[in-house]
């Protein structure tokens, strides 16, 4: 797939550093859990910024821009395992959208904040609108990953871009990363997704991961749509260098995604333990750490464990495996058996070779 060598490991958004060198960059969704306040999506900012995350992000589009106004057939929500069964589209992204005009005190909040704040476009206007913002990167959705003129429009900006990958074969992630080549953006992150919600970690195929990097040598992370942090802690030991996760103030207080989106003290928690997951990768290690060397002397080792004359052999009474690790090690302890010693020893002296006849 040529892609070799292409796209940076090393990836600047908004003066933040990512790549596999950093610690991982965690992202907290808004998506449409504002409820449709403004107050409340300050709200949420402050939250994200306080709990640690690293960027906001949003959604910029239009009910009237992603569907009809409908209320049948395929514009319905027809599966009743959806937390969406029987909504209309056009009704549901009514709800979720973030009104365009917020998306400057948002982004001011966050600025003031010391958060990165960007967004998903989902078609063209959006990202005319948000380039007129100066959004330091663009999302795309995993929806969209098809969506091959607007990655097009969304990478010839210049800025860095992130592609959700959920749903998408192989065949049409290389037309998506081609595009991106294409348009002339070299820093793209893709993001392993599982577009159901709330997503289960059985079907969350973490391993997926390591391959995305090798198969379009490029940075990768997680958009992770399941409930809890353990699915985004695996994610960051397997390589991920983005956590994407849907964040809200309380999931009681309902609105598009409150089921699958964290609350600020589990947002504070993903954010240690992903970092804490990324510190303990290291690198391939045999032998003691420069911290474990101070512990080699709790190691069990041979030691005359009675007082013996010059002379007395040593037996499995006069002769044991003890700690600590001064003695000979305890692998010696067949050979020395039968041994006599060359003086007088006292208990408690640690096994040498020096000590026998």
Wanted: hydrophobic share 40%.
């Amino acid at each position: 797939m040529d892609h070799e060598h292409v796209f940076a490991h090393r990836v600047n958004i908004g003066g933040r550093w990512i790549g596999r060198s950093e610690p991982p960059f965690v992202i907290a969704e808004m998506s449409g859990n504002h409820n449709q306040s403004l107050d409340r999506a300050l709200k949420i900012v402050d939250a994200a910024a306080k709990a640690g995350a690293h960027a906001l992000k949003l959604q910029t589009y239009t009910a009237d821009s992603m569907t009809l106004d409908l209320q049948e057939n395929e514009f319905l929500i027809s599966d009743p395992e959806s937390p969406w069964y029987g909504r209309s589209l056009h009704d549901l992204y009514q709800e979720a959208a973030t009104p365009w005009s917020w998306h400057e005190p948002i982004m001011r909040r966050c600025r003031e904040l010391g958060l990165l704040c960007f967004s998903t476009p989902f078609d063209a206007q959006a990202v005319d609108f948000l380039e007129n913002l100066e959004v330091p990167a663009y999302k795309i959705a995993s929806f969209e990953n098809v969506d091959l003129p607007l990655i097009q429009k969304a990478a010839s900006t210049g800025k860095p871009l992130i592609i959700s990958t959920g749903m998408a074969a192989v065949s049409e992630l290389d037309e998506a990363v081609r595009c991106v080549r294409e348009a002339g953006c070299r820093e793209l992150i893709l993001l392993k997704c599982t577009s159901s919600y709330p997503a289960s970690p059985v079907e969350s195929n973490l391993l997926t991961i390591p391959h995305l990097g090798q198969l379009f040598d490029c940075l990768v992370g997680l958009s992770d749509h399941t409930r809890g942090i353990g699915v985004a802690v695996a994610g960051v030991s397997l390589g991920a260098v983005v956590v994407e996760k849907h964040f809200t103030l309380c999931r009681d207080d309902g609105g598009v995604d409150a089921l699958f989106s964290l609350e600020p003290d589990e947002m504070s928690l993903l954010v240690a333990e992903v970092e804490r997951a990324w510190q303990s990768l290291g690198r391939v290690s045999y032998g003691p750490t420069a911290k474990e060397k101070k512990s080699l002397v709790f190691r069990r080792s041979l030691y005359i464990t009675r007082d013996l004359k010059q002379g007395d052999a040593l037996d499995r009474h006069n002769l044991r495996a003890i700690r600590p690790g001064l003695g000979l090690p305890p692998k010696f302890y067949d050979q020395l058996l039968g041994r006599k010693v060359n003086r007088d020893v006292k208990k408690g002296t640690p096994a040498s070779w020096d000590l026998l006849g």
